[in-house]
């Protein structure tokens, strides 16, 4: 088999990873970020050294190996800061939420208390105007 033809094969392999339908079964499911060229290796029917950064013929594939990498873990890092401000935004309505819910119980307390003296107070208006 000619380098190129191995380098061919895992150009191959690099893309069923991409498109998510490996023939190895222990690379199903595995993140953009994950891959690696052992891993595109091994999924090209190679050992997992077959791809060497030293090899000529190989840099061109590793590089953009390394490109989709990096660019799927800034997407990832992008995601995870949205993620982090949405939880935190989240976080800040639930405390928000907890104490318009205080509020609004102290205010309830406050309008039982204010309707029972109003209910003392008719019942001795009531009782003041029976003995007149």
Known sequence: MNKSNGVDLCE??????????PEMARNVGVEIS???????????????????RSRPSHKPLIARIDSLKMAAAQTDNSEKKRLRKALKEC???????????ATMSKVLTQNLILLQKVREL???LLIKKQKA
Request: aromatic share 6%.
């Open 91 to 101: 976080e800040q309505y639930k405390k928000e939420a907890e104490e318009a819910r």
């Open 34 to 52: 994950e891959i690696t060229p052992a891993m595109v290796s091994i999924e090209a029917g190679f050992d997992k050294g077959y791809l060497k």
């Open 12 to 21: 191959v392999a690099l893309q069923r990873l991409l498109d998510g339908k």
């Open 122 to 124: 008719e019942s001795e």
